[in-house]
């Protein structure tokens, strides 16, 4: 049991406390540090636990990257790709849902890829979920790579 981002040993109580608010393997310092971006971004933890899936995939993203006018979940620069985690999937209301359709428009003006992702995904399917993302990121590479 080491910290997903300094390494640093867990011994128990470290462990539990860390996977009980987070659920990722986090070091005392670095769970307070996440525990303050949820609160100061509102940052759904399945948003940190994808984070953690990616980076321990070798991916390397940003969490709370701010593109200009809004905050995004989780931003892999690399090839422009943008992920968002939708909390709260069953109260989609059409304004939002208009909303999210805008906000996917503008990105792709500025060459970004939006995906959205159900919460619940990330909390059954966390493995296919960072798996799909790779075949997207692959997908992009390719895509810029043409351009
Ligand atoms: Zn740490």
């Excluded at 995939?57 to 995004?72: H, N, Q």
């Amino acid at each position: 049991m080491t910290c997903l981002e300094c390494n640093k040993q867990l011994d128990h109580s470290e462990h539990k406390l860390a996977m009980e608010s987070l659920g990722v393997e986090l070091c005392q310092a670095h769970r307070k540090r996440m525990v303050k971006l949820i609160e100061s971004h509102k940052t759904p933890v399945e948003a940190i636990q994808l984070y953690y899936g990616l980076k321990e995939a070798g991916v390397t993203a940003m969490l709370e990257w701010w593109d200009g006018t809004k905050s995004i979940d989780i931003a892999i620069s690399r090839v422009k790709l943008n992920i968002e985690i939708d909390a709260e999937y069953h109260m989609l209301t059409h304004e939002q849902a208009i909303n999210d359709l805008e906000e996917a428009m503008h990105s792709f003006k500025n060459g970004f890829t939006t995906i959205r992702i159900p919460h619940v995904l990330i909390k059954y399917y966390l493995k296919e979920t960072v798996n799909n993302i790779l075949g997207i990121m692959e997908g992009l590479r390719v895509h810029i790579k043409a351009i």
